[in-house]
């Protein structure tokens, strides 16, 4: 028991890591929750810093998902309703840290990082989905919705675990929760599209 809450405890600090304040900060161009849409994510460093540090926000938030999970499938060899609870904390950690007085991000990159170990193939699935509609649309916000509301769905037929779909649940009612500023903007016509 006591094994648990320490994994939890740790998965939430990890998960609480501001990769994207970091990297904007150290790279001197500022807080990247003062410009653009606010966020802390990948889309935002991107849209005000560029694509080198939106990538490594991308690879930073995502591996915040992909260790804590990973130590706990591999090394500690939990089953899935303790795997699925460790990926809850990682992804509580990004959107409630700690350290940005619990103002954090949308939770899409370190959710991919957790479904990467959890279920690669439901990835593949969702990849596809986010990068057409990203294609047609040019709203990153609006591909992060749609493949969080198809990834429960990936995951249960792949991994047939009743506990990682219900973790897989909440994951994403909480991903749709945090874009709900972005859903006004796509129903106003006001939301900023994504530019290469
Ligand atoms: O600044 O409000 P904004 O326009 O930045 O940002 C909206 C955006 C916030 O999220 C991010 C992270 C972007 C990550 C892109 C990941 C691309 C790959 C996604 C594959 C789908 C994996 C399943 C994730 C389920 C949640 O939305």
């Not at 998965?11 to 890591?17: D, N, P, V």
């Not at 161009?29 to 653009?36: I, N, P, T």
């Not at 957790?114 to 990849?127: D, E, M, N, R, T």
């Not at 990682?164 to 599209?193: D, Q, Y």
Request: some cysteine; glycine content about 12%; charged content about 10%.
């Amino acid at each position: 028991m006591l094994g648990l809450a320490t994994a939890l405890i740790a998965a939430y600090l990890i998960g609480a890591i501001p990769t994207g304040v970091l990297l904007t900060r150290l790279a001197g161009v500022g807080d990247v929750r003062q410009s653009g849409s606010g966020n802390i994510g990948a889309t935002n460093v991107y849209r005000v810093a560029g694509r080198r540090l939106g990538i490594l926000t991308l690879v930073g938030d995502a591996l915040k998902g992909v260790i804590p999970v990973l130590y706990a499938a591999a090394v500690l060899r939990y089953p899935d309703l303790q795997l699925g609870l460790v990926a809850l904390a990682a992804f509580l950690g990004h959107c409630y840290p700690v350290y940005l007085g619990f103002k954090g991000g949308k939770g899409v990159a370190t959710a991919l990082g957790i479904y990467l170990v959890l279920s690669p193939l439901a990835v593949l699935g969702a990849f596809a989905l986010f990068a057409a509609i990203l294609w047609q649309w040019r709203y990153v916000s609006l591909a992060s919705i749609c493949a969080a509301g198809a990834i429960p769905f990936l995951v249960l037929a792949v991994n047939r675990s009743l506990p990682l779909f219900l973790a897989t649940m909440a994951i994403s009612a909480l991903v749709i929760f945090r874009h709900r500023a972005n859903i006004e903007r796509l129903k106003n016509g006001t939301e900023s599209r994504f530019k290469a």
